[in-house]
């Protein structure tokens, strides 16, 4: 045997062989991956496909409905989302006290996150039935008048979508923002007030530099969360009246309906300029 393979059998490393704990590792995640091929790469390449065409796009365009539908998305997001955050922030300062009654409040504030959307969602639209809803049957009962079409116009009945939207998901992120508040040291707070600070000073000067941080990460993921809640405005309005309170999260349910599955597909990319960049952002914070 040469010297050039006595150095190459030297420098090779030798097979090691899997432990049993590292073998049923590898085995326990091949259902995973099989679930996430079939059910989430499978459907995305294949909705892909399907959305390939250009003149796909310039049929979307071409509707009345997709613009006015990325006009409603884009006021769900700047209306819906930055007002639930802001009201999360505000509720996290009142939640984060140690009185007990706070406490006992808290369990039925983080009722609604609990409780499936569904049966949730379907009681409040029939709540607002103009008929037999019990709104327009209170009114009716002490004013004697009929009360509004809720539903019924556009305005109102995405308003009640937005507000569906903010009351289903606030007590998750209050939560988030009290486990933020609870991370800064109470000294800091005892500090100040032996300094004579104020509440809104300290709120400026303690509280929003440590919160900060994961409330804007949180406002970004709550944005890509809201670009596809399909719940919120599907199941109150229907996208209706005339399909006018559509978001691009239930858009592609109306092409479906009119067996138009490529523009239902087209709707549905459309929406990836505006989710790619909130969700680099978000990974770049994150890796901060």
């Known amino acids: 045997m040469t010297s050039s393979t006595l150095a190459a059998a030297a420098s090779r490393k030798p097979t090691k062989a899997l432990t049993t704990w ?75 006290q140690s009185r007990w009654w706070i406490k006992a409040l808290s369990l039925l504030f983080i009722l609604p996150w609990a409780v499936p959307s569904i049966p949730t969602i379907l009681s409040v639209r029939f709540m607002l039935n103009p008929e037999w809803g019990v709104i327009n049957s209170t009114i009716f009962k002490l004013t004697g008048l009929d009360g509004p079409n809720w539903l019924n116009d556009p ?52 509280t929003w530099p440590a919160m900060k941080g994961i409330f804007l990460t949180s406002t970004l993921l709550s944005m890509i969360w809201t670009l596809g809640d399909f719940n919120s405005v599907y199941l109150l309005t229907g996208g209706g009246p005339a399909d006018l309170t559509h978001v691009l999260a239930t858009l592609g349910i109306r092409y479906l309906r009119l067996d138009q599955i490529e523009l239902a597909m087209a709707s549905i990319v459309v929406a990836l300029p505006l989710v790619l960049p909130l969700v680099y952002i978000m990974m770049k914070r994150l890796s901060k």
């Open 22 to 96: 590292e073998l049923w590792g590898r085995l326990l995640v091949v259902p995973y991956l099989i679930v996430f091929v079939v059910f989430v790469v499978y459907p995305v390449c294949y909705g892909l496909w399907l959305a390939r065409d250009p003149g796909n796009y310039v049929k979307l365009a071409e509707d009345p409905i997709f613009f006015r539908t990325a006009v409603n998305t884009f006021i769900f997001l700047v209306l819906a989302v930055n007002l639930k955050m802001v009201i999360a922030l505000g509720l996290s300062g009142f939640f984060v």
């Open 155 to 206: 305005t109102l009945a995405l308003t009640f979508s937005m507000l569906m939207h903010i009351w289903k998901s606030l007590p998750f992120w209050t939560l988030i923002l009290i486990a933020g508040r609870l991370a800064i040291p109470t000294e800091q707070y005892e500090a100040a007030s032996v300094d004579g600070a104020s509440r809104w000073q300290k709120f400026v000067f303690i």
